[in-house]
């Protein structure tokens, strides 16, 4: 079974802090992709992120980062210099095969207040 | 364009009431999915039509009938709806779902109350 837990359930820094979003899966394949997503108070979920499980490489997006680590079954997120625009819902995903299809699994998610 | 439109934004509805939700697409991608979101929680997949057919259906009561008429477009189609039935529904697209796990693209969501 699939499993991811974010462990933080909200996060409140104040405006250019940086902050680091935490994420742990579980599962029993070898391959498999991980996500972050994004939701603002508006609902909609956007995609900030995907990586495959070969692919262990960090990587930075102006002031966001990740750090994927197979080790410890952990693909952190880190936001540099915080903005209030940051504030949401931030989740991360877990697919990996199943009947029919890649099933996708969402963390609890972590919300985020940036204060001016 | 990586847009999922999502129609009607809101939909009150009685439990009596038959109502549908509309989901479409246009990048070309051959799988889309629904998921149910509840207030504070994360999204739970309910239905994945992969070309065009239903491959996976997550034990949803059948009160929720899934339709994707072609590659564009997906429906949710509700019937005899229970309150807790009230919650965001979400549409989502990707390129392909064979092969791998794709990027899924949200639309705005439907939120849909049940009196």
């Known amino acids: 079974a699939q499993k991811v837990t974010q462990a933080q359930t909200e996060i409140s820094v104040v405006e250019k802090e940086d902050v680091t979003l935490d994420c742990v899966y579980e599962?029993?394949?070898?391959?498999?992709?991980l996500f972050w997503y994004k939701q603002p108070p508006s609902g909609e979920l956007v995609f900030l992120i995907r990586?495959?499980?070969?692919?262990?490489q960090n990587e930075i997006s102006g002031r966001y980062s990740w750090n994927f680590q197979k080790s410890t079954s952990s693909f952190n997120f880190t936001i540099t210099a915080s903005q209030v625009v940051d504030s949401a819902v931030y989740f991360c995903?877990?697919?990996?095969?199943?009947?029919?299809?890649?099933?996708?699994?969402f963390g609890a998610g972590t919300r985020l207040f940036v204060k001016a | 364009d990586t847009e999922v439109t999502q129609t009607p934004k809101h939909l009150v509805m009685g439990m009596t009431n038959k109502k549908s939700l509309k989901c479409e697409q246009h990048?070309?991608?051959?799988?889309m999915y629904w998921y149910k979101q509840k207030a504070k929680k994360p999204p739970e997949l309910m239905f994945v039509?992969?070309?065009?057919?239903?491959?996976i259906n997550e034990s949803v009561p059948s009160r929720f009938s899934p339709e994707c008429p072609n590659s564009s477009l997906l429906n949710l189609h509700l019937h005899a709806l229970q309150p807790e039935d009230s919650a965001l529904y979400l549409c989502?697209?990707?390129?392909?779902?064979?092969?791998?796990?794709?990027?899924?693209?949200f639309g705005p969501g439907t939120r849909l109350t049940v009196l």
């Open positions: 599962t029993r394949d070898t391959t498999y992709y």
């Open positions: 989502a697209s990707s390129q392909a779902p064979a092969g791998g796990a794709d990027t899924q693209y």
């Open positions: 990586r495959n499980s070969f692919d262990e």
């Open positions: 995903a877990l697919s990996e095969a199943d009947t029919g299809g890649f099933k996708t699994i």
């Open positions: 990048m070309g991608h051959r799988a």
């Open positions: 039509y992969s070309y065009e057919k239903l491959s």
